[in-house]
Antibody, heavy 123, light 107 residues
Framework: QITLMESGPTLVKPTQTLTLTCSIS??????????VGWIRQPPGKALEWLALIYWDDDKRYSPSLKNRLSIIRDPSKNQVVLTMANMDPVDTATYYCARRPYSANDLDYFDSWGQGTLVTVSS | DIQMTQSPSSLSASLGDRVTITCRASQSIGTYLIWYQKRPGSAPSLLIY???TLQSGVPSRFSGSGSGTDFTLTINSLQREDFATYYC?????????FGGGTKVEIK
C-alpha cells in the first residue's frame, strides 16, 4: 500500500522559509521511472504544480516560483523535502506531495497523494 | 506555459444524470491529459490519464476522450459520491498545468 504524508509547520511568518517533508511508504524514491512532486491549492482556488524530483535526482520547478523553491530526496529516510523561501500571505495553501508513477510515454501525472497540510502565512 | 481552460466552472445535476466536462488546452498536447477528482477535505484522486485511460479501481461510469486541444470527461449515471470538483492537467510540456476546476453540485 502506497502512502505519502506531509509534515511541517502550519503557520509561518512573512519572509520566513517553509520546509515541508513528504514521508513515503510503499515505494522507494529510488524506484526507476518514479518521481515525487509537490502541488498546492490556495483556499477556494485551483491546483498549482510546484516541483518534481525524479528517481535519478533530476529536478523540475515551476518557472514562476523557481527562484524560491528547492526539492531534495533522502533515500535513507525515503523522504522528499521541499523548501520555499520568502513566504508571503499569498502562499497560504494546502500543500500536497504526490507520486508520479513510471510512465512509458513520459507522462507526468500523480496517482497517489498525501492528505495535504494547510500552511498559513501570517504575521 | 500551456493554459488549461475548463468549462463549465460549475454545474448542477441530479443523481443518475450524465455529466460532461470539457477542458481546452491553449496549444496541442496530444493525449497528454489527466483528470482528477477532488472532494472537500480530501486529496485529489486520479481518474483518467493519457486522455482516456481509466485508472485502476475507478468506476467505469467515468470516461475521457479527446486529443490535441479539446478534451472531455463524462460521468454516466451520476452517483452521490461523484459530487466533487474535477480538474484537468496537461503533461505535454513543463510545467504541468491544471485547469481551474469544475464543481459538480447536487441539483
Amino acid at each position: 500500500q502506497i502512502t505519502l504524508m506531509e509534515s511541517g509547520p502550519t503557520l509561518v511568518k512573512p519572509t520566513q522559509t517553509l520546509t515541508l517533508t513528504c514521508s513515503i511508504s510503499g515505494f522507494s524514491v529510488n524506484t526507476g521511472g518514479v518521481a515525487v512532486g509537490w502541488i498546492r491549492q490556495p483556499p477556494g482556488k485551483a491546483l498549482e504544480w510546484l516541483a518534481l524530483i525524479y528517481w535519478d535526482d533530476d529536478k523540475r520547478y515551476s518557472p514562476s516560483l523557481k527562484n524560491r523553491l528547492s526539492i531534495i530526496r533522502d533515500p535513507s529516510k525515503n523522504q522528499v523535502v521541499l523548501t520555499m523561501a520568502n513566504m508571503d500571505p499569498v502562499d497560504t495553501a494546502t500543500y500536497y506531495c504526490a507520486r508520479r508513477p513510471y510512465s512509458a510515454n513520459d507522462l507526468d501525472y500523480f496517482d497517489s497523494w498525501g492528505q495535504g497540510t494547510l500552511v498559513t502565512v501570517s504575521s | 506555459d500551456i493554459q488549461m481552460t475548463q468549462s463549465p466552472s460549475s454545474l448542477s445535476a441530479s443523481l443518475g444524470d450524465r455529466v460532461t466536462i470539457t477542458c481546452r488546452a491553449s496549444q496541442s498536447i496530444g493525449t497528454y491529459l489527466i483528470w482528477y477528482q477532488k472532494r472537500p477535505g480530501s486529496a485529489p484522486s486520479l481518474l483518467i490519464y493519457d486522455a482516456s485511460t481509466l485508472q485502476s479501481g475507478v468506476p467505469s461510469r467515468f470516461s475521457g476522450s479527446g486529443s490535441g486541444t479539446d478534451f472531455t470527461l463524462t460521468i454516466n449515471s451520476l452517483q452521490r459520491e461523484d459530487f466533487a470538483t474535477y480538474y484537468c492537467q496537461q503533461s505535454d510540456s513543463s510545467p504541468p498545468t491544471f485547469g481551474g476546476g469544475t464543481k459538480v453540485e447536487i441539483k
